[in-house]
């Protein structure tokens, strides 16, 4: 069994996505993102963010808004077209497009053909060299017409919200979708060309009981998952306005979501899955188990990763582009993003730069968090001894010379180590979601 330390367990703590986070954000200097993008050269990927949904669920911290009113899609859908134009003609010519991901939101809140126009879009623009695509999806709007899109524009990968199947807790969170209705998304993806599906699930839900999440956990292994994302609900409706609608009383307990961690880790790992990181799961032959096996493991905006590239383009509003030397978030009001792009500008004007020193620890935390272990410099273990001594002493981690490694029982306990590497920590008051 993991053991409990709810003391150490007590900070809410960053996913560490990105390092620098996006709560030490500030504003860049003037053409900052323009200048990183000219500098940009190799392989490169795009990330493409349509923030609308037909429904929208309850517990969701994503920037979406309802797909209903048209004119306000076909806007946006304008505005992304206009920067795709603006990116490709500040990209130098030798930038080879490799990954192109499509999120939101959720992406099939437009139409197919919206969606093959965009692909249509990317293919004049940038130069694709062997381009992989995946895609999000929403099962409750996933059509027929979705799957002849998705074959059409040859995505391989595709990311399923499911969340949970157990209907009184698909009540409780806004998200109603019955098993006919993921098993019909299934075959169309299947029927489509995906070879690696991903079925996002939750723990810590309200109303939501271990048996709950036992047989949710079943039916992902009997349905054919390729990878599983199983992420703990963080309930932050000061951040998260519309989460005022769920029950706070109804949530599981600390200890209780602790068990359910471990006990979804148990399971999959005891049923064909593979550890990737300390939330994902993927069948041995996924691209993402075998890049954890030979330590190719990354970490970046969309989670764990098997992408190589240093240089990921966000597109659309809220969109995050990361750099080696500077990440950059597009402007989050969807209205003023629109305006900003219909006048051929881009709109990255929140970011930050990263020092040689960001750079350093980001390396070590990516490490630490993909691979479980990391090298440390003296100077760095020098600045987080005395706090790394708890995790230490507890069986944890362990120190081999200047070697951290987590132990098995460390591991629900990653997110919480990497923080102690994080100065920006030290200074920040911005609320996270708990580490379990």
Known sequence: MWPYYPDLLETPVPRYTSYPTAADFGKLPADAFGRALEETSGDISLYLHIPFCEKICFYCGCNTGAAGRRQRVESYLSALHSEIEIISTRLPKDARVRRIAFGGGSPNAILPSEFIDLVDALNRHFWLDDTEWSIELDPRTMTSAWGEAIAEAGVTRA??????????????????????????????????????????????????????????????????????????????????????????????????????????????????YE????DHFARAFDPLA????????????????????????????????????????????????????????LSASEGIQRSSEDRMRGHFIERLLC??????????????????????????????????????????????????????????????????
């Open 159 to 272: 990311s399923m919200g499911v969340q949970t199947f157990a209907a009184h807790c698909q009540e409780a969170i806004g998200r109603v979708q019955d098993d006919g209705l993921i098993c019909r998304s299934i075959d169309w993806l299947r029927s489509a060309g995906i070879t690696s599906l991903n079925f996002d699930l939750m723990y810590g839900l309200p109303e939501q009981s271990l048996e709950d999440l036992a047989d949710s956990l079943e039916y992902t292994q009997l349905l054919g998952a390729d990878r599983v994302a199983l992420f703990g609900y963080a309930h932050v409706p000061q951040i998260v306005p519309r989460q005022r609608v769920i029950d706070a009383s109804a949530l599981p307990g600390r200890e209780e979501r602790f068990r359910m961690a471990e006990f979804g880790f148990d399971y999959l790992t005891g049923n064909g």
């Open 275 to 278: 550890p990737v990181g300390f």
């Open 290 to 345: 075998i890049a954890t096996r030979e330590g190719r493991l990354r970490r970046n905006f969309q989670g764990f990763t098997d992408d190589r590239s240093d240089v990921l383009i966000g597109m659309g509003a809220t969109a995050i582009s990361g750099f080696p030397g500077l990440i950059a978030q597009n402007e989050k009001n969807t209205g003023r993003y629109r305006m900003l792009s219909s006048q051929g500008r």
């Open 371 to 436: 691979q479980g272990e990391a090298q440390l410099s003296l100077c760095l273990f020098a600045r987080v001894e005395s706090r790394l001594q708890p995790f230490l002493a507890r069986g944890l981690a362990v120190l081999d010379e200047l070697t951290l490694r987590i132990t098995p029982e460390g591991l629900p306990y990653a997110r919480t180590i990497a923080a102690l590497f994080d100065p920006y920590r030290e200074a920040s008051a911005r609320s996270f979601s708990s580490a379990i």
